[in-house]
């Protein structure tokens, strides 16, 4: 293919970000992240060049948890993994579709990120999962390059004009004369509503705040973020080893929302449900579940799906999911790293897949595919997204059909992260009525604007 590209230079960027509030979840807390930053330069064979961005955060403790190493060990390994990976796509040398490109090097991520835990010394193996954080942005400057060099929008590139092969060569014969494109929007939907945090640390109700709390002019609690940005999607953190405490942090929560809706003249709320792989078995959920029904109604008619509730090796932990996804969608986030562990989880009862730019751009374009054939509801979240990756983040949402909306808490946490991008896009980073919008999103590549 003319339009296939092959990469001429990488150039990485790694900048510390604050949160101005923590950001509990799991067995730990955020405090400072590092932002991974990447340039890509892509030349087609028809001698077309063009740049490209990518940028992710580079979050540990999400895809590299551990009780053996620091934070700041993590840290430099998934620094040095991010580097390593963009000189192998610098140095790879061939011409191919970004897809292509993608799946071709996918391979020697694993087998790399022990080459760093190696050199490092480390006592821990770098999940496969963390790796895949490190070399996303990579696989998204790819993405945008592509589609700036073609002069074309990337979600224009994913059809039999652009791509040498179509979805059987990574998905099976089922797919033989099927490509992205057949499971894509044509356009961007116009907006859509996000899912608001709320995190395992996070103040609910204005007299929480007190004088420890950030005086930026940013609301902090709840219930105030509620009454300025109008939301109504909720994605909420919970222990998963405490059913009591879970139980009633949603009793708080929603009656926080319930109050706060009832003042806006709205009703209408839903909820998510994330405890980050805590909960020991799918039995603990369901008893979550009935306990909600049965006490607070308002919560369980509002829940649209659980995330992750058990372990992230679905090989080792073959949980039976039917009679979790019979009550409630239970879909699975850390546990999805590749198509074969997709089909894994729609075996074992799953309902669908949250799908995840972090997790590789080019994997997520597959997963749709399969999701969509096999009648899985897919979801679209991110790891705090700001920026260009938000943009990303959003972009994808709205070129597909995911379960009510995107996940936006980066305007909670770092609000103040990559000035210029949300300077040029100021309505999607801007909430109105629970609400983003996509208008923005538009030209060649990814649609990032500077």
């Known amino acids: 293919m003319l339009s296939d590209v092959k990469v001429l230079e990488v150039e990485s960027q790694f900048k510390e970000e604050a949160f101005r509030v923590p950001l509990k979840f799991g067995t730990g807390l955020i405090r400072t992240i590092t932002s991974f930053t990447i340039r890509v330069k892509v030349e087609t064979r028809g001698g077309r060049t063009a740049d490209g961005l990518g940028n992710i955060l580079l979050s540990d403790l999400w ?14 390994a998934m620094r040095e993994m991010s580097v390593r990976y963009a000189r192998m796509i610098e140095d790879y040398g061939r011409y191919a579709h970004p897809i292509d490109l993608y799946m071709e090097t996918k391979s020697a ?25 490190c070399t996303s942005p990579v696989d998204a ?36 004369g099927r490509y992205v494109a057949d499971y894509i929007q044509k356009s961007y ?54 059913l009591d405490w879970d139980v009633d942090r949603m009793r708080q929560i929603t009656a926080v929302v319930q109050d706060s809706k009832s003042k806006m003249g709205q009703r209408d709320f839903c909820f998510s449900i994330d405890t980050n792989e805590q909960c020991e078995n799918p039995q603990y959920v369901i008893e979550f579940l009935h ?3 049965s006490e607070i109604p308002a919560a369980f008619d509002a829940m649209l799906y659980v995330e992750q509730p058990t372990e992230r090796d679905l090989e080792a932990h073959r949980f039976d999911m039917h009679a979790l996804s019979a009550i409630k969608p239970v879909v699975a986030d850390e546990g999805v790293t ?22 590789g751009f080019s994997s997520a374009l597959l997963y749709v595919a399969k999701a969509v054939e096999e009648g899985m509801v897919y979801t679209v979240q991110d790891l705090t997204n700001p920026g260009l990756s938000l943009i990303h983040s959003v972009g994808f949402a709205a070129r597909i059909n995911p379960l009510k ?37 538009c030209g060649n590549g990814l649609g990032y604007r500077r």
């Open 338 to 359: 590749d198509v074969d562990k997709l089909d894994l989880a729609r075996k074992l009862g799953w309902s669908g897949v949250a799908l995840k730019t972090c997790k």
């Open 405 to 441: 909306g995107v996940e936006y808490n980066s305007r909670q946490y770092i609000p103040w992260a990559d000035e210029p991008t949300r300077t040029a896009h100021p309505d999607l980073f801007t909430v109105r009525n629970g609400w983003i919008s996509t208008q923005s999103i």
């Open 109 to 133: 991520i694993q087998p790399m990120a022990d080459g760093v835990v190696k050199q490092l010394h480390l006592e821990e193996r770098m999940p496969f999962l963390g790796a895949l954080v």
């Open 63 to 76: 895809g590299f948890p551990s009780a053996v190493l620091s934070h700041e060990q993590r840290d430099r």
């Open 189 to 242: 939907a116009p907006a859509l509503p996000i899912f608001h945090l709320g995190g395992g640390m996070d103040k609910l109700r204005r007299e929480e705040v007190d004088e420890h709390d950030p005086k930026d002019g940013l609301p902090v609690s709840l219930e105030e973020w509620i009454e300025r940005d109008g939301v109504f999607c909720f994605k909420i953190k919970l222990k998963g080893t405490d």
């Open 291 to 293: 306990r909600l029904k």
């Open 141 to 176: 400057a790819v993405h945008d390059a592509f589609g700036k060099a073609n002069e074309i929008g990337a979600y224009a590139g994913y059809d039999a004009e652009f791509m040498a092969h179509d979805l059987s060569a990574f998905l099976g014969p089922r797919y033989k």
